[in-house]
């Protein structure tokens, strides 16, 4: 499908054209992200319930979480979600090397994120801010705060999942826009990956208010 | 290469746009942190949801082109959100109001049904203004205020605000006896006057002759008639109010759990489902019918014990073999440590709790064990 020459692809044999192609591709993209949406959803959904049922006890147990850490969080996935923009408008408009550098960015971006969460994770593992039965920590009192952690990880967690793909299909389309095969013509895998990986930035605008914040 | 690849959907954000979204999301990700120390009370939530729905709309809108690209992607995207509300709204919805499910029926001995005890109630008496008084401490001062003026602590979040029982104007149902009896039985709809019907009836006769007594004008008279309208009969000495009173059922369950724990760990009478009857004791047989249907599959025919039972759940699969049914064991020692074992099961072990069973079944059931003597 696709030739060592820059950017040039031809489009599958059951679409009229490559634009055909490129607008179906996105709108598959966009359909796939509303499943992310509903699966995330059922987690935001637990949260608004328990947060209802147990205010006090989210308001206590949100206070263990380090703010500042989730703040760092949010500025390093804000930053990456720009180059990652910017990877894109440079793939467009044919400028290979940005391309490159702004994709290396976004990955090294990415590894930042989880770097902070590994220290924020050991951080709680340590301090026995864990879910359900494995909970042991002595400071926070409330029997239920157990239940802040689950929401806690499993919210976080399945987001830093989402972050380890992403990274996954930022590195894939990396590669082969070093072998040259994106141009102005064609960046569909560019384009999709990027609504990936803005989605999961989108994911994080909620989850870092939510969790760090307002708790 | 293709003739018709640069078309008007191919839009590129231009560099400074995207410099220009991420210092403002970067931007608003300060404000929201900053505003979060201010403790503004409920409103810290929805200026961070506020600020959060900005920053998700900018990436959406510009970061993932939705504002350049073909509207149907929009509204696929946006249509989600639009799930995810709904599903977020009328979950809670359910969870949030389920007290307004309300049981009819005398739950105990002292339900508010039972009806008043006191001679011709709807008539003020000193005993009944004081004790009202008393009352109206317990219940109505954190909106009414202590001295019935409307300006409890909690009034100033109320809209519209507790009533002033000093002014004489303006009582959504009129001053009238019946008509205050009326407001605490049912409330006020529309406003944050609940309704009062979890208070014993002659409570409730109690607070209404204080309510009234705060007033320097006089209370307008009833007639029979009016009373009749709110329930109360008055050519019966007690007013004939044996209405069957609704309260909400998580009153109800919080009653059950914190005013009577025997309720849960002894059979009592009353604890049945409404038209249930009990099977009469001594049953030729019954507490070897109940022990075959309910017991036998995990502690044997005989109470012997040493069947396997499959554990599920926790970690690992996991099997168990019953312990025989001994006198020694503690749930064994006595009809009361028996019932309790039975009714609430033993929590961390398989054994399952069994409130069904009626005290004359329990006694019924440990007879039929104990005679099977087990060593």
């Known amino acids: ?215 | 290469m293709e003739p018709h690849t640069e078309k008007h959907h191919h839009h590129i954000l231009p560099t400074k746009v995207a410099l220009g979204i991420g210092g403002t999301l970067l931007f608003l990700t300060f404000v929201t942190v900053w505003i979060a120390g201010f403790d503004l009370g409920p409103l810290n939530f929805t200026v961070a949801m506020i600020v959060a729905t900005i920053k998700a709309l900018l990436v959406a809108l510009f970061f993932m082109n939705l504002y350049y690209d073909r509207k149907e992607n929009a509204v696929i995207f946006a249509a989600s959100f639009l799930f995810l509300i709904i599903f977020i709204v009328l979950t809670a919805t359910d969870l949030f109001f389920r007290g307004d499910v309300y049981v009819k029926g005398p739950l105990m001995a002292a339900a508010p049904s039972s009806g008043s005890k006191l001679k011709k109630p709807w008539i003020a008496t000193p005993e009944l203004v004081a004790k009202g008084k008393q009352l109206f401490q317990q219940q109505c001062v954190s909106c009414h205020g202590v001295e019935g003026k409307g300006d409890g602590p909690a009034a100033s979040a109320l809209n519209p605000r507790p009533r002033n029982f000093h002014v004489s104007e303006g009582w959504k149902n009129g001053r009238k006896v019946s008509m205050i009896f009326k407001t605490l039985k049912e409330g006020i709809p529309g406003s944050s006057m609940a309704s009062y019907a979890t208070l014993h009836i002659d409570d409730r006769w109690a607070l209404v002759h204080y309510v009234g007594s705060l007033n320097s004008d006089s209370v307008p008279v009833d007639s029979a008639d009016d009373f009749k309208k709110v329930g109360v009969d008055i050519t019966q000495e007690s007013g004939g109010a044996t209405e069957v009173a609704t309260i909400p059922l998580d009153f109800a369950m919080e009653r059950v759990a914190v005013e009577e724990p025997k309720v849960i760990t002894q059979a009592h009478e009353y604890t049945f489902a409404e038209g249930y009857v009990p099977r009469p004791e001594g049953t030729a047989g019954m507490g070897s019918q109940i022990y075959q249907v309910s017991c036998a599959q995990c502690h044997g025919d005989k109470a012997q014990g040493g069947v396997k039972v499959k554990k599920l759940g926790g970690f690992t699969h996991a099997y168990v073999t019953t312990l025989p049914l001994s006198s020694e064991r503690e749930g064994m020692k006595s009809q009361d440590a028996f019932n309790q074992v039975v009714i609430q099961g033993l929590p961390g072990h398989l054994m399952p709790g069994n409130g069904q069973l009626s005290s004359a079944e329990l006694r019924e059931l440990y007879q039929f064990i104990r005679s099977v003597n087990v060593k």
């Open chain 1, 1 to 215: 499908m696709s030739n060592l020459e820059t950017g040039v692809h031809h489009h599958a044999h059951h679409f009229a054209s490559a634009d055909d192609e490129f607008e179906a591709s996105k709108q598959g993209m966009w359909i796939f992200l509303v499943t992310e949406v509903l699966m995330f959803g059922g987690l935001f959904v637990a949260y608004g319930i328990f947060r209802g049922l147990y205010p006090e006890m989210f308001h206590a147990a949100h206070k263990f979480l380090a703010v500042k850490m989730g703040a760092l969080n949010t500025v390093v996935l804000i930053s990456s979600s720009l180059t990652m923009a910017l990877a894109v408008s440079s793939t467009q408009k044919g400028d290979r090397k940005k391309a490159v550098l702004f994709l290396i960015t976004t990955f090294v971006l990415a590894c930042c994120f989880l770097v902070v969460k590994y220290f924020e994770y050991s951080h709680k593992f340590h301090d026995g801010l864990l879910p359900g039965q494995f909970f042991h920590n002595e400071e926070l009192k409330d029997p239920k705060a157990p239940l802040f952690f689950s929401l806690y990880f499993m919210m976080t967690g399945l987001h830093g999942v989402h972050v380890l793909i992403g990274m996954g299909v930022i590195a894939w389309v990396l590669r082969r826009t070093v072998k040259g095969e994106f141009g102005p013509q064609f960046y569909t895998p560019v384009e999709l990956v990027g609504f990936y990986w803005h989605f999961v930035d989108l994911v994080w605008i909620y989850l870092f208010p939510l969790l760090y914040l307002v708790g």
